[in-house]
Antibody
Framework: QVQLVESGGGVVQPGRSLRLSCAAS????????MHWVRQAPGKGLEWVAL????????YYVDSVKGRFTISRDNSQNTLYLQMNSLRVEDTAVYYC???????????WGLGTLVTVSS | SYELTQPPSVSVSPGQTARITCSGD??????AYWYQQKSGQAPVLVIY???KRPSGIPEKFSGSSSGTMTTLTISGAQVEDEADYYC???????????FGGGTKLTVL
């Protein structure tokens, strides 16, 4: 069955960096576009970034552009999110999601919590 | 940046029909999707491409679209349908995705 397992979250000071990983299994990872979606405590869902199936196209929400980098290793079935220059407002649960051909998110991970605090 | 607008809350009595709206300038050209999120859980897709229902989602959930507004309808809402509901779509370029602010459905 399809599984997405995020890791790498934790507590980090403002201005520092963190790299999230999402291990995928149960499907042909290299055939699907993947996204990161986040949710700040008590707030709504926010789309963060998208990477095409082959990694050739990447898109970001304006608030993270230039600070976050989405990438993937299709040989390792793993999605990444490199987060630099972290801000307090980046504090959130970060979800890894798979995009089905109909552009919907059909599978989600359980999320990993990133807390940016001094 | 592109935005989708939802009411913060909707409240209905058990057995009534709940309607949650979502408005956005690109919706006449781009599909909308609806996600249900219960407390402490990951979101679940309940409607895709405006009107389609994924397998396993009860028929009580339906979607409709007209112009710049899309609507999620929950017929005969029950306490177990209480959740936050989010619409989702893309901007006209198709490259940037966006969620609505979310609507908290209360059934009491």
């Amino acid at each position: 069955q399809v599984q997405l397992v995020e890791s790498g979250g934790g507590v980090v000071q403002p201005g520092r960096s963190l790299r999230l990983s999402c291990a995928a299994s149960g499907f042909t990872f290299s055939s699907y576009a993947m996204h990161w979606v986040r949710q700040a405590p008590g707030k709504g869902l926010e789309w963060v970034a998208l990477i095409s199936y082959d990694g050739s196209n990447k898109y970001y929400v304006d608030s993270v552009k230039g600070r976050f980098t989405i990438s993937r290793d299709n040989s390792q079935n793993t999605l990444y999110l490199q987060m630099n220059s972290l801000r307090v407002e980046d504090t959130a649960v970060y979800y890894c999601t798979r995009e089905a051909p109909q552009l919907m998110f059909d599978y989600w991970g359980l999320g990993t919590l990133v807390t940016v605090s001094s | 940046s592109y935005e989708l607008t939802q009411p913060p809350s909707v409240s209905v009595s058990p057995g009534q029909t709940a309607r949650i709206t979502c408005s956005g300038d690109a919706l006449p050209k781009k599909y909308a999707y609806w996600y249900q999120q219960k407390s402490g859980q990951a979101p679940v897709l309940v409607i895709y491409e405006d009107i389609k229902r994924p397998s396993g989602i009860p028929e009580k959930f339906s979607g409709s679209s007209s112009g710049t507004m899309t609507t999620l309808t929950i017929s005969g809402a029950q306490v177990e349908d209480e959740a936050d509901y989010y619409c989702y779509s893309t901007d006209t370029s198709g490259t940037h995705r966006v969620f609505g602010g979310g609507t908290k459905l209360t059934v009491l």
